[in-house]
């Protein structure tokens, strides 16, 4: 057997193990508080590599630039993947980091979709006439801020100008405060078969606290709608370390969301950088649970969820054994963007609205954040791109190592040579000895042909990410980035 399959076979069994661990009832967490506190520093979540704080302004060159390039990579049909920022929010929830635009006029949703259906138009006219819609995702913000109607008129402009199929992957983003059976059967009729309900925490106390009041009673009554629609597949957005969370409280909302029985969880450490969001000074630090306490929550949360047959995926996602994205992990397919974990590698993606971030082969770009130029830009018939990047090879190569390990758990050095014409030791050899403390720590095993993220290390994808970066500066990571654990 060659090295590069010797190194393959070695990280499957290496992932088998980790994951007979982490699905067995009773699965005891290997969280060391001491490793905790000397990693806990401010650094990306790769959502993207490079991240957005390397993007910049675009001018009209740039924009022409991007353009000519779209037509170029369209020549051929890709598989493509969709997102529609909905910026608008009845309310402001003080925890939130979202690009969101507070109002309670839903005629303000009539008037945005006359300019995603411009977009649209200057998008799909680049596009192969044979590419294939994949994934659709309506985020926000709050799209349910839309009503039926406009939810209804929205997926007839998608299918009017896209190829979507009967397998399309069509997921929305739900607040349940603001969401009627009318907004679901709307859903429904459109295509979308997943829902991510956002929930943070059932305690009342914690609700008064970050300012979104939503009774449980809420939650349970649109996931029976959904159900009752035919979306079966269900999401729930926790966050822990929010004010007024304690272990108990945090356990409470566990055991009341499991009731609910939903294929995935999404469990986020709150990342409090009010320099960034300022929405945050509104919250009272003083309540806020204590490092220690908030490691508990994460430590509960693991050992709690997979005691309960939820794989944990990646840094912060949970899906049953079923769900495909457990398939996704296992099949190689999963996938890391702006939405977070994806069961789809590989896919353009085109993202429309205002703020919205685009990746298709070599390009980011990124919509304005302001509504008004969002407005202004496309009733000139221009694009809204405000920032935009061209990745570098090198750019490239790195993303391709940081997306393995936050997705695989893993890097195969003779499969990532060959694929990109390097002798990985070499080329990475500064990154790999940034490596050597956090192997010393038992975060990482490396060997001459492969390294594994052990399962000590799955808490710290962020930290051992962070050593393939090369823009970053520990001095200049300060109040750019949330803490990494």
Partial sequence: MDAGNRSKTFLKKERQKYDQKSSSPGMDVDIDLDLIKKYNVQGPRYTSYPTAVQFSEADDRDIVTLRHYLADHNQEPHPVSLYFHIPFCFSLCWYCGCTKVITKDQDRGDLYLDYLEKE????????????????????????????????????????????????????????????????????????????????????????????????????????????????????????????????????????????????????????????????????????????????GMLRQSIAYLTDNRYRFIGMDHFSRENDELSRAMDEGTLQRNFQGYSTHSGADLYAFGMSGISNVGQYYWQNTKDLGAYYQQLDAGKSPVFKTLSLSRDDLIRKNVIIRLMCRMGIDFSRLSEKWNIRFTDYFADALSKLAPLEQDGLVITAADHMHITEKGRLFLRNISMCFDRYLEPSKTEHKFSKTV
């Fill in 120 to 295: 649209m138009d200057l998008i799909a006219g680049l596009l192969h006439e044979d590419s294939e819609v994949i994934q659709v995702h309506f985020g926000g913000g709050t799209p349910t801020f839309l009503t039926p109607h406009q939810l209804n008129r929205l997926g007839a402009a998608i299918t009017k100008r896209f190829t979507l199929t009967p397998s399309t992957e069509f997921g929305v983003e739900i607040d349940p405060r603001r969401c009627t059976r009318e907004h679901i059967n709307a859903l429904s009729h459109i295509g979308c078969n997943r829902a991510s309900l956002g929930v943070q925490d059932t305690n009342k106390q914690v609700q008064e606290a970050i300012h979104r009041i939503q009774p449980f009673e809420q939650t349970e009554r649109v996931t029976r709608w959904l159900r009752e629609a035919g979306i079966n597949s269900i999401n729930f957005d926790l966050i822990y370390g929010l004010p007024r969370q304690t272990l108990a409280t945090f356990q409470q909302t566990l055991d009341d969301v499991l009731g609910l029985r939903p294929d995935r969880l999404a469990v986020y450490s709150y990342a409090h950088i009010p320099g960034i969001m300022p929405a945050q000074k509104l919250l009272r630090e003083e309540e806020m649970p204590s490092t220690d306490e908030k490691l």
